[in-house]
């Protein structure tokens, strides 16, 4: 099946720094990649959609300015935070669309942030 | 807007069927999916069915999918210790949109 692969896996950093997390999928062409956060003990929520080429299309509450998407070909897209403050600290999970047949999705296995 | 319910923990014994269930309310929903997330790790698709399928199965796992009432369910028979995990419902309305997830239901085995 797809494999979709983040680095780091687990990323911890001071207050004020900022950090960039890479989605990769590894062995097709992802048209789509979506950037997901998700909270201990809760569920995905949705921060951003990311078309290569284009900008990033945010969800509602999610500061653009803060968390930067790039998406700069059709196997890589990153996510920075900037500025990161311990509030940032969170699981962020990546996905990627094929774009083909059933427009499935496949997750990257997460990247677990901690700012201190 | 769409919105994804599941009951929030179930605990089973090793060897017994477990029975997950997802209510979602937009009927425009093209695909439903059942992801099984690890301690610490990322989600891993179990199945999917599309939406004008009332069950599929794939070796112990059983979806059904009841559209009148959008409730989805996801039985796993002979239920294992390594099935204990948090199972996300969710859902895609239309094609070329993200998933909305249910906040997850957690699975207990216990031998």
């Known amino acids: 099946g797809a494999v979709v692969s983040q680095h780091p896996s687990w990323v911890i950093c001071k207050s004020g720094t900022s950090v960039k997390i890479e989605c990769r999928s590894l062995?097709?062409?992802?048209?789509?990649m979506f950037w997901y956060r998700q909270f201990p003990k809760q569920s995905l929520m949705l921060m951003a959609t990311s078309n290569e080429g284009s900008k990033a299309t945010y969800e509602q509450g999610v500061e653009k300015d803060k968390f930067l998407i790039n998406h700069a070909s059709l196997t890589l897209s990153t996510l920075t935070v900037t500025s990161a403050h311990p509030e940032d600290s969170s699981f962020y999970i990546c996905?990627?669309?094929?774009?083909?047949?059933?427009?499935?999705?496949?997750f990257g296995p997460g990247t677990r942030l901690t700012v201190l | 807007g769409e919105d994804v319910e599941q009951s929030l923990f179930l605990s089973v014994r090793e060897g017994d069927s477990s029975v997950i269930n997802c209510t979602y309310t937009?009927?425009?929903?093209?695909?439903l999916y059942w992801y099984k997330q690890e301690p610490g790790a990322g989600l891993q698709l179990l199945t999917y069915?599309?939406?004008?399928?009332d069950m599929k199965q794939d070796q112990r796992l059983t979806v059904l999918l009841n559209k009148k009432d959008k409730h989805l369910s996801l039985r796993i028979a002979d239920t294992q210790t390594g099935d204990s995990a948090i199972y996300f419902c969710?859902?895609?309305?239309?094609?070329?949109?993200?998933?909305?997830f249910g906040k997850g239901t957690t699975l207990s085995v216990s031998s």
């Open positions: 937009d009927s425009s929903s093209t695909y």
């Open positions: 069915i599309f939406s004008n399928m």
């Open positions: 062995d097709f062409q992802a048209t789509t």
């Open positions: 996905s990627a669309r094929t774009g083909t047949g059933k427009n499935e999705q496949f």
């Open positions: 969710a859902e895609k309305a239309q094609a070329g949109t993200a998933l909305i």
